[in-house]
């Protein structure tokens, strides 16, 4: 049974910075895509940022390109979120997501075997 787990939610005031982290267990992946989606109060889950194990590729939303940053920390085995310059419409629920295909749309949650059960940011004005 995989599972994953985020942590370093929380509430900052807008300008501030978070790092937000998800670590996989259950089974050892040699490559996969794991992304980090958000979902604000009343409206849809959306892809956030994306990384490739293997190739290391990133990929981003147009609302945080430039301000957030998807990594690998290979000493504690996670996948980071520094996220840097946060605004108020940053505040949400962050999931982090995981699957082994590589093909399909990567912005669309139902490309995602498994899912964290989510973390909470909240950005004050």
């Not at 992304?35 to 990133?58: D, L, M, N, Y």
């Amino acid at each position: 049974q995989v599972h994953l787990e985020e942590s370093g939610g929380g509430l900052v005031q807008a300008g501030g910075s978070l790092r937000l982290s998800c670590v996989a267990s259950g089974r050892t992946f040699s490559s996969y895509v794991m992304v980090w989606f958000r979902q604000a109060p009343g409206k849809e889950r959306e892809f956030v940022a994306r990384f490739i194990r293997g190739s290391g590729r990133t990929d981003y939303a147009d609302s945080v390109k430039g301000r957030f940053t998807i990594s690998r920390d290979n000493a504690k085995n996670t996948v980071d979120m520094q996220m840097n310059s946060l605004k108020p419409e940053d505040t949400a629920v962050y999931y982090c997501a995981l699957t082994e295909k590589f093909y399909g749309d990567y912005t669309n949650v139902g490309s995602y075997e498994y899912w964290g059960q989510g973390t909470q940011v909240t950005v004050s004005s």
